[in-house]
């Protein structure tokens, strides 16, 4: 069975950076892509970037390029996103999801809840 | 970049009648969208993909329909676990996707 384990939720202030990591199991990590998504409270999803697990290619949403880096852990099956200079703007529930080129996103984590606030 | 539009933003039925979400996009996509079911508490669960393809598991009452631009999801009959909030997903120049804003399915 699929699963994607994600990091507790945290609380940062502004200016901050954040670490995020999610754990996969139950399928061939290397076969699959990772993508973050985010939801604000109160808005919809947001999707903020993407790695290949099989070619470490990744892409990033333009309005997030110049402050995330996904990085990947092919021995443990983990992506971890990392996010900075935060505002309370970034307070959301972080997402990752499996993704794959023909099906999308078809298994999500649990999400992390970031609270950015001082 | 593509920008993906959802309409309504909310829609207000009953159980049984029968629902139209629709999604369009900037600029033609082929058959390059998803359509995602999100609960309050829960994760988003993927519906349908390739438009028109519904993911294992999804019951049939679910139709996804629409290329280039114009795409559309439909509930035939609503059932009381079907009120939640609907987004499509563009995948038009992968890897880079959007989501729409959400279409909210409420209970009249």
């Known amino acids: 069975q699929v699963h994607l384990i994600q990091s507790a939720a945290d609380v940062k202030k502004p200016g901050a950076s954040l670490k995020l990591s999610c754990q996969t199991s139950?399928?061939?990590?290397?076969?699959?892509?990772i993508s973050w998504v985010r939801q604000a409270p109160g808005q919809g999803l947001e999707w903020m970037g993407w790695t290949s697990a099989y070619n470490g290619n990744i892409n990033y949403a333009p309005r997030f390029q110049d402050r995330i880096t996904l990085t990947t852990d092919t021995s443990t099956g983990t992506v971890y996103m990392d996010l900075r200079n935060l505002t309370s703007d970034d307070t959301a529930v972080y997402y990752c999801?499996?993704?794959?080129?023909?099906?999308?996103?078809?298994?999500w984590g649990l999400g992390t809840l970031v609270t950015v606030s001082s | 970049e593509i920008v993906v539009t959802q309409s309504p933003d909310t829609l207000a039925l009953s159980p049984g009648e029968r629902a139209t979400l629709s999604c369009r996009a900037s600029?033609?996509?082929?058959?390059?969208i998803a359509w995602y079911q999100h609960k309050p508490g829960q994760v988003p669960r993927l519906l349908i993909n390739d438009a028109s393809n519904r993911v294992t598991g999804v019951p049939d009452r679910f139709s996804g329909s629409g290329s280039g631009t114009d795409f559309t999801l439909t509930i035939t009959s609503l059932e009381p676990e079907d009120f939640a909030v609907y987004y499509c997903q563009e995948r038009g120049r992968w890897p880079r996707l959007s989501f729409g804003g959400g279409t909210k399915v409420e209970i009249k």
């Open positions: 139950g399928y061939t990590f290397v076969h699959y892509g």
């Open positions: 999801a499996r993704d794959e080129p023909q099906v999308q996103l078809d298994h």
């Open positions: 600029h033609s996509i082929d058959t390059s």
